[in-house]
Each structure stands twice: as structure tokens, then as C-alpha cells.
């Protein structure tokens, strides 16, 4: 099975984020650097965890004017971030355009083409909170909108709640790359997530990733927290 936990490496520091990557490496799928973190430390966070031997899922959420992304991802690609992300809501050129740059860029470095998930609608939105920006179909509806068109443009995939995973695989097949956040394995406290599910929940749903942060770093043994998150996942 491929890996399938990405560690969020939600802190202030290059140096507590390489010691993590130093640690669990060899157990995890992926590191998730955020914007706390490369503002804090800059691109060569990408590069340190790397040479600790980690992957990295870059997760700044691009949203801008199609050629600002296309160039932004550009740089991404570069830097050997294995799955990065923009917002859906830019819309269907901002996100073809950067399909196709993407995909240029790792053919031209003849590396393997990074994952390119959306983020459709965040988690801490509701109905009312897209209301107000002028949305008026129901969330639910419109995130399954937003990933069509993020299918459509080209991209590998979207960032959902374990709630979403199912719609979401039923309207873009199941080859479309689903990563979650929200979950909280069985020995877990639910610290501030509301709707959360089991990992192996989420992957019997269909999850190809879980963004898995606290319940790893926060944990007495991180090392064992991991261990016991992946028995929970192949039990399924
Ligand atoms: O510590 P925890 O497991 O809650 O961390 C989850 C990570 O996933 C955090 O980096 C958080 O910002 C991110 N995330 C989330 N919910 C979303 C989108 C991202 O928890 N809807």
C-alpha cells in the first residue's frame, strides 16, 4: 500500500520541522508544508525536508491571475514539492493554465509531475459564510461544481472533508485524487476539528491522502501514534 499519511507541519521553525522530517520519514507518505511555516522559513524548508529524505505537499493554496499561478507553480515544481495546491474559485484558466505549466516544467526537468490538487470550498465556510460572498447554491453542490471544473482543467485532485469524499468520487470517478483533513484516529482527541472521521473511515470512503497533524506531533510517542494510525488504515 502507498503510504497514504501526510504529517502537517504546522510550526514556526525550519529547525523543529527538520526534526520531524529526520523522524518520521521512512513512516509517512508526505509533509505538509504550510503557509505558517514557509513564511517562517522561506522555500528552503521544501529543500531541507527533502534532503532529510521526506516528500513535501506544499500547501499555500495559489489564487491569483492565471499567469501569477502558472508562474508561481512553475517555481514549485522546481523546488521538488511532490503535490502542491491552488484555489478552485480562481477559476478554469487559472487552473488550466496551470495544469499545463506544470506539466511542461517537470517534462522539460524530467522529473515525475508533481500531484495538483484544488481546494473547493474550505472547511471553515458554511452556507451562510458563502452567502455572503455571493454564492447561492448549497455548499455542497457548489464544491462538487468547483471540483468538476478542477477535473476539467486538468488537475490531479482536491483538498475535501471526509464528508465530501464519496460526492466527489461518484461526480469525477475514482482515479481523482482525493486528500483529506478532518480525520482523528480512534485513540485521538478531537482538539478543534468538529466533523472529523476515522482515518480508516475516511479511506473506506475512498481517501487517497489524510492530512493528519496533532494527533502525530502532539502525541507522547509520534512514532507509535503512526504506527497505531497505520494498523487502523490496513485493518480497513
Ligand atoms: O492537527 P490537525 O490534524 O487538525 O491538522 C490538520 C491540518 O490540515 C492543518 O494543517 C490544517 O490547517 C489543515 N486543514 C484542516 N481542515 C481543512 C483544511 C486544512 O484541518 N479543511
Redesign the pocket.
Known amino acids: 500500500m502507498k503510504n497514504k499519511i501526510i504529517v502537517?507541519l504546522?510550526v514556526d521553525s525550519a529547525e523543529e520541522a527538520a526534526l520531524w522530517a529526520h523522524r518520521l520519514k521512512d513512516k509517512v507518505g508526505m509533509f505538509?508544508i504550510?503557509k505558517q511555516l514557509f513564511t517562517a522559513a522561506g522555500p528552503d524548508i521544501v529543500r531541507r525536508v527533502r534532503s532529510e529524505g521526506g516528500e513535501v505537499f506544499l500547501?499555500l493554496k495559489y489564487h491569483d491571475i492565471p499567469n501569477t499561478v502558472a508562474a508561481a507553480a512553475v517555481e514549485a515544481v522546481r523546488l521538488g514539492a511532490s503535490m502542491f495546491n491552488v484555489h478552485a474559485s480562481g477559476g478554469f484558466e487559472m487552473m488550466s493554465k496551470t495544469a499545463e505549466a506544470v506539466r511542461d516544467e517537470a517534462e522539460r526537468l524530467d522529473i515525475k509531475k508533481p500531484v495538483l490538487i484544488a481546494?473547493t470550498v474550505?472547511?471553515?465556510m458554511n452556507e451562510e459564510g458563502l452567502r455572503e460572498t455571493g454564492v447561492t447554491v448549497p455548499l455542497t453542490e457548489h464544491v462538487i461544481n468547483l471540483a468538476k471544473l478542477a477535473k476539467k482543467a486538468g488537475l490531479d485532485g482536491v483538498?475535501a472533508?471526509p464528508h465530501e469524499i464519496e460526492a466527489i468520487k461518484n461526480a469525477c470517478g475514482s482515479e481523482f485524487v482525493v486528500v483529506t483533513?478532518?480525520?482523528?484516529p480512534t485513540f485521538a482527541s478531537k482538539?478543534?476539528?468538529r466533523r472529523i472521521m476515522t482515518p480508516a473511515e475516511a479511506v473506506k470512503k475512498g481517501a487517497d491522502y489524510l492530512?493528519?497533524?496533532?494527533?502525530?506531533?502532539?502525541a507522547d510517542d509520534p512514532i507509535e501514534a503512526v504506527s497505531l494510525i497505520t494498523e487502523e488504515i490496513c485493518q480497513e
Open positions: 502537517a504546522d505538509k504550510g500547501d481546494v474550505l472547511t471553515s483538498v472533508s483533513p478532518g480525520v482523528r482538539d478543534d476539528q492530512v493528519i497533524g496533532r494527533p502525530i506531533t502532539k
